[in-house]
């Protein structure tokens, strides 16, 4: 995953916690890593998605470390404000089949969020 520019920033109650900065590195977390493949839209074949649809959005991903076959497995939380702030109104919480689910992991999202800030980076032009 490093190679693609993700950052594994820690890992908290059986996930792996990724700062996600390229639509490189989202493809291959959600679609080839652990393989389990999401139905992300920022994940497909289309770069169109990441680049033009969510350009001014920052992204963590979730990562169960021990898989259990099902939608958690992996969790894309999606920061509409660039993550500039603990907002919860513009936190949206993706599962592996594009739901938004965002009641699994209420006290996760914030600690995954402060490691983001912790970390300092950010997507070019945020």
């Known amino acids: 995953m490093a190679d693609n520019d993700a950052k594994m920033l820690g890992n908290r109650d059986g996930y792996e916690i990724w700062y996600v900065p390229t639509y490189e590195a989202m493809r291959t977390i959600g679609r080839f890593y652990k393989g389990v ?6 994940s497909s074949d289309d770069p169109s998605f990441w680049f033009d649809m969510h350009d001014q959005s920052e992204f963590i991903v979730l ?3 021990n898989l259990q076959h099902d939608e ?5 939380i999606e920061m509409q404000n660039g993550g500039r702030a603990f907002d919860e ?15 699994c992991i209420d006290g996760l999202m914030h600690y995954a969020w402060e490691l983001f800030i912790d970390n300092g980076e950010r ?3 945020l």
């Open 37 to 42: 493949s999401t139905q992300w839209c920022v």
């Open 63 to 65: 990562v169960r470390e």
């Open 72 to 76: 958690f497995d992996k969790l894309a």
């Open 89 to 103: 109104d513009e936190f949206l919480v993706w599962d592996v089949e594009n739901e938004d689910d965002r009641a």
């Open 123 to 125: 997507r070019k032009g």
